[in-house]
């Protein structure tokens, strides 16, 4: 007789969710300072005092602002179920990405990069995370690389086209791109802990490592995207000056 052993748990899936309540104040904040705003303003109207109009007009455009800020938060929010990130067994979602919410399957990543963006406000930092590509996947470093040479090489582009691409040929160097990130998401509204984040990622995809990056790196890390985007918009300014 053969005894089956128990089959081992599942690991359990790592989830960050935004925060629900900070834009929730931000949208009570924000509609009470604007009612004071307009009791204000009619006030110094009633009273005959433009010259008091103005602060108060400020404290309307600011409150609106504030509003419409934890508006996008919920609304944000309520589309991914209130995940901005997370480790499962199929792989990683980020949710606060700028390219929009994004399943990555275990297949497609090759490192998990955690690092922050300094700011100038009160000399504080965002905390950061972002995903490495392999080099043969869309939006990968290495790819970039490639189809910056294959322009360059090209004998039918205009002269002015052709100068712009000089221009943008700063390579980094491929060993200075080994760890730059394809696709990043900034903390705001969420936070991620690091060392429950680590352990998850050996749990689900032990041969994907996890790697710290200072701030100092920042534009190492993700400058190379600006390149990108302006060697896309280069080519399709050259395909649409074909037709004119």
Do not use: N
């Not at 359990?12 to 309540?21: K, L, Q």
């Not at 905390?127 to 490639?146: D, I, K, M, N, Y």
């Not at 701030?215 to 302006?230: F, K, M, N, P, T």
């Amino acid at each position: 007789m053969t005894t089956e052993l128990p089959d081992e748990p599942a690991p359990t899936p790592y989830v960050a969710r935004y925060r629900r309540v900070p834009p929730i104040l931000m949208i009570v904040a924000g509609a009470f300072a604007f009612g004071k705003a307009i009791r204000w303003i009619a006030g110094a109207a009633h009273g005959g005092h433009p010259d008091r109009v103005p602060p108060p007009m400020a404290l309307a455009v600011a409150s609106i602002l504030l509003t419409a800020a934890g508006a996008v938060r919920l609304a944000r929010a309520r589309r991914t179920g209130g995940i901005a990130f997370a480790v499962d067994a199929d792989g990683i979602f980020l949710a606060a990405s700028r390219d929009g919410g994004r399943r990555f399957a275990w297949d497609e990543v090759s490192a998990l990069v955690l690092f922050s963006r300094r700011t100038d406000f009160v000399h504080g930092a965002v905390r950061c995370v972002g995903l490495r590509v392999h080099p043969t996947a869309p939006g990968s470093p290495e790819r970039h690389l490639a189809e910056l040479d294959e322009a360059v090489s090209r004998h039918d582009l205009p002269l002015g086209v052709w100068a712009r691409l000089r221009r943008l040929d700063r390579r980094p160097t491929r060993e200075g791109l080994v760890l730059a990130v394809s696709f990043h998401a900034e903390a705001r509204g969420w936070r991620y802990h690091s060392a429950r984040l680590a352990r998850a990622m050996r749990a689900h995809a032990p041969g994907v490592p996890v790697v710290r990056e200072p701030s100092e790196r920042y534009y190492d890390l993700v400058g190379w995207r600006a390149d990108q985007d302006e060697l896309r918009r280069i080519l399709q300014d050259a395909e649409l000056g074909h037709w004119c």
